[in-house]
T-cell receptor, first 112, second 118 residues
Framework: DAKTTQPPSMDCAEGRAANLPCNHSTISGNEYVYWYRQIHSQGPQYIIHGLKNNETNEMASLIITEDRKSSTLILPHATLRDTAVYYCIVRSLMEYGNKLVFGAGTILRVKS | NAGVMQNPRHLVRRRGQEARLRCSPMKGHSHVYWYRQLPEEGLKFMVYLQKENIIDESGMPKERFSAEFPKEGPSILRIQQVVRGDSAAYFC????????????????FGQGTRLTVV
């Protein structure tokens, strides 16, 4: 079962920042937070992951609260192509492999 | 560097036939994962394979489904005697050897095979 809670949907204006929240109140110390997205009918795409420090890459930023019970994925300048389902996933450092347990995710609609 | 390649992209089978779905992982990746996405539903893990070994098949239906990842060649997901309920998108992902206890690498997904059973 997924260990995260996300809002079912969000809207964002094109060019504005999209902030997607995720609650993972039962996260343990050896679990990472991963974000993937799935653009309609395509395979999921890796975005970013982190343990406790904030992370940034060319796609997005990940802000993890100090208690690690929640995080926010930030797309700094959303475009229409960012319309997708965004999945927040927690998985353990100690688990062998990269098996992912997907929840329902957040449908992000970027509007012009 | 080519990504994860899945073929065919679309597959139509009649009830009772066999479906074979292929997945070629990214170069240098020796770990493969299969997921199924039923219409209007989320992605569900099926099986995790390393070369010539099944690591975790907890998501595989007990009957008619099997998977392999031979030493040479692609990973194959095989569905025997397909039924209409098998109609779904099947996604394959691959990764490098995981670093247990350290920073895990991410998994990369293919574009999927859409199976339609008529």
């Amino acid at each position: 079962d997924a260990k995260t809670t996300q809002p079912p949907s969000m809207d964002c204006a094109e060019g504005r920042a999209a902030n997607l929240p995720c609650n993972h109140s039962t996260i343990s110390g050896n679990e990472y937070v991963y974000w993937y997205r799935q653009i309609h009918s395509q395979g999921p795409q890796y975005i970013i992951h982190g343990l406790k420090n904030n992370e940034t890459n060319e796609m997005a930023s990940l802000i993890i609260t100090e208690d690690r019970k929640s995080s926010t994925l930030i797309l700094p300048h959303a475009t229409l192509r960012d319309t997708a389902v965004y999945y927040c996933i927690v998985r353990s450092l100690m688990e062998y492999g990269n098996k992912l347990v997907f929840g329902a995710g957040t449908i992000l609609r970027v509007k012009s | 560097n080519a990504g994860v390649m899945q073929n065919p992209r679309h597959l139509v089978r009649r009830r009772g036939q066999e479906a074979r779905l292929r997945c070629s992982p990214m170069k240098g990746h020796s770990h493969v994962y299969w997921y199924r996405q039923l219409p209007e539903e989320g992605l569900k893990f099926m099986v995790y394979l390393q070369k010539e070994n099944i690591i975790d098949e907890s998501g595989m239906p007990k009957e008619r489904f099997s998977a392999e990842f031979p030493k040479e060649g692609p990973s194959i997901l095989r569905i025997q005697q397909v039924v209409r309920g098998d109609s779904a998108a099947y996604f394959c992902a691959s990764s490098t050897s995981p670093d247990r206890g350290g920073s895990n690498t991410e998994a990369f997904f293919g574009q999927g095979t859409r199976l339609t059973v008529v």
